[in-house]
Antibody
Framework: QVQLQESGPGLVKPSQTLSLTCNVSGGSISRGGYYWTWIRQHPAKGLEWIGNIYYSGNTYYNPSLKSLPTISIDTSKNQFSLELNSVSAADTAVYYC????????????????WGQGTLVTVSS | QSVLTQPPSTSGAPGQRVTISCSGSNSNIRSNIVNWYQQLPGTAPKLLMYSNNQRPSGVPDRFSGSKSGTSASLAISGLRSEDEADYYCGTWDDSLKEYIFGGGTKLTVL
């Protein structure tokens, strides 16, 4: 079955770039109808959707985020990535990658598979 | 403060039925599907209910979802200790142009 696994540094200094990768195993990231998503959860708080990417490279980001993320996809490696520039302590969170069924912009999308999450702490 | 409002906590005894509400507006719940996610302690969220009332494979039929107007509900019957978790509703918001989550409800099984 399809599984997702996040990887990346657990500690990032303020003003630097946060970079995470999600490896997808057990299925092709290029399969149509699925979108690939990043979601984060601040400590002891709720969930925040960051953005989506399709295998074609089309992206959509949460317009409420203070700093615009960059989500990219590498179909040859079956993985997708997240970059957040100029991070601050407010970006400290557990970051999850997830698979989205249907286009989230259609209002019919949902996150049907999640990675285990990775904690990223922003601190000097 | 979340656009979708959930009670911060609820509780019930084993075997009882509990309901978790999710209140929104015309631009989100009324217009789009509602999904529910279960987060067991120390784990990642998991899809519990999608498209208002559809259970993914493997989710017991003790869990049910409904939607009416600008509100949605998740009901859990025959409460079990393993149901103790945080529950989040989520949907797309046409005005904000983003996917939004409720603040989460912590379910305690007494």
């Amino acid at each position: 079955q399809v599984q997702l696994q996040e990887s990346g540094p657990g500690l990032v200094k303020p003003s630097q770039t946060l970079s995470l990768t999600c490896n997808v195993s057990g299925g092709s990231i290029s399969r149509g109808g699925y979108y690939w998503t990043w979601i984060r959860q601040h400590p002891a708080k709720g969930l925040e959707w960051i953005g989506n990417i399709y295998y074609s490279g089309n992206t959509y980001y949460n317009p409420s985020l203070k700093s615009l993320p960059t989500i990219s996809i590498d179909t040859s490696k079956n993985q997708f990535s997240l970059e957040l520039n100029s991070v601050s302590a407010a970006d400290t969170a557990v970051y999850y990658c997830a698979r989205t069924r249907q286009d989230i912009l259609s209002g019919k999308g949902y996150f049907d598979l999640w990675g285990q999450g990775t904690l990223v702490t922003v601190s000097s | 403060q979340s656009v979708l409002t959930q009670p911060p906590s609820t509780s019930g005894a084993p075997g009882q039925r509990v309901t978790i509400s999710c209140s929104g507006s015309n631009s989100n719940i009324r217009s789009n599907i509602v999904n529910w996610y279960q987060q067991l302690p120390g784990t990642a969220p998991k899809l519990l209910m999608y498209s208002n009332n559809q259970r993914p494979s493997g989710v017991p039929d003790r869990f049910s979802g409904s939607k009416s107007g600008t509100s949605a509900s998740l009901a859990i019957s025959g409460l079990r200790s393993e149901d103790e978790a945080d529950y989040y509703c989520g949907t797309w918001d046409d005005s904000l142009k983003e996917y939004i989550f409720g603040g989460g409800t912590k379910l305690t099984v007494l």
